[in-house]
């Protein structure tokens, strides 16, 4: 990938997470399993991997349900000039949402608030998008003029579906593209149900965190096309951004890699769809600064 390729203004890594465990323990990192990522993450590691491959904007993407965490990031981006934006965490179900985003938007760096975002994923509740106090709380974020980040399984998205058609007024990115079981039996689902979603026009998508999604080890581009040219095919180029999901994408892949599979992947769109998706629609969704 050649910064000449995504565009005179570089490319937007649209998710990303830093995390000082000391400060901000990781408790659902496994020493055992995730040891490439059991470790402090912080900008200055960052930054010469994301310059490297062009990324002139980034946005960082809560890990842990934290308000705590989301005003430290915010500090992040107002000291550091790579973080253009981040997606934070509030309590939903509480009644005083749109307090809590005041309070955030008043903060050092509340300038850089752009979403919100819930670890659906983890969520016992197997109807939590459906639940009205959450949906009250969604319609908050949108009011407040910030997007919601989808962060579900395969099982969870016609849930997610359902509430991005529902708040029409909401900007949703779904990040992942929705974890799809590559190469099982249920990826048939998945294409039905991505499509489904994509068919709300208030919904984008991260092309990210798809290698740790492969059932097999060493993953290889073959493997992650069906559900890029699927995503492609329902979203569009323009309505999909790059991620890097790093540092979790370390259980995988490095970052250089990474982005030249997706580069690969997204192989003769013209320069117009290319811009869209390494930069400008991340830029568009997240309102990030030029």
């Known amino acids: 990938m050649t910064y000449a390729a995504a565009g005179s203004t570089g490319i937007v890594d649209a998710h990303h997470h830093l995390w000082v465990r000391a400060r901000h323990p990781q408790p659902w990192i496994d020493p055992v399993t995730m040891a490439a990522i059991d470790a402090d993450f912080e900008p200055t590691?960052?930054?010469?991997?994301?310059?490297?491959?062009g990324v002139t904007a980034t946005v960082v993407v809560q890990s842990i349900a934290s308000v705590r965490e989301t005003v430290d990031l915010l500090r992040v981006a107002a000291?550091?000039?790579?973080?253009?934006?981040?997606?934070?965490?509030?309590d939903l179900t509480a009644a005083d949402v749109a307090d809590q985003l005041d309070r955030l938007c008043a903060a050092p760096g509340g300038q850089?608030?752009?979403?919100?975002?819930?670890?659906?994923?983890?969520?016992?509740?197997?109807?939590?998008?459906?639940?009205?106090?959450?949906?009250?709380g969604v319609a908050a974020v949108g009011a407040a003029g910030l997007v919601f980040?989808?962060?579900?399984?395969?099982?969870?998205?016609?849930?997610?579906?359902?509430?991005?058609?529902?708040?029409?007024?909401?900007?949703?990115?779904?990040?992942?593209?929705?974890?799809?079981?590559?190469?099982?039996?249920?990826?048939?689902?998945?294409?039905?149900?991505?499509?489904?979603?994509?068919?709300?026009?208030?919904?984008?998508a991260k092309v990210s965190g798809l290698t740790t999604e492969v059932p097999r080890s060493p993953w290889t581009v073959a493997d992650l096309r069906p559900a890029v040219d699927h995503a492609l095919d329902v979203f569009g180029p323009r309505r999909l951004m790059f991620g890097s999901d790093w540092p979790v994408s370390l259980l995988a892949t490095s970052y250089a890699r990474w982005v030249a599979a997706v580069t690969e992947l997204l192989g003769d769109l013209d320069p117009t769809d290319r811009a869209a998706f390494w930069a400008g629609t991340a830029r568009r969704c997240y309102r990030l600064a030029a």
Request: proline content about 8%; hydrophobic content about 45%; glycine content about 6%.
């Open 149 to 204: 980040d989808l962060l579900v399984r395969q099982h969870q998205l016609p849930m997610a579906a359902r509430l991005a058609h529902d708040l029409p007024d909401v900007r949703f990115v779904l990040d992942h593209l929705g974890k799809p079981a590559l190469g099982t039996p249920e990826f048939d689902q998945w294409r039905r149900d991505l499509r489904a979603l994509a068919e709300a026009s208030n919904t984008t």
């Open 112 to 136: 850089h608030l752009v979403g919100i975002r819930h670890l659906v994923q983890s969520e016992p509740d197997p109807a939590y998008l459906d639940r009205p106090d959450v949906r009250r």
């Open 79 to 90: 000291d550091d000039v790579l973080v253009g934006g981040v997606v934070g965490w509030v």
């Open 45 to 53: 590691d960052l930054a010469p991997l994301a310059r490297a491959a």
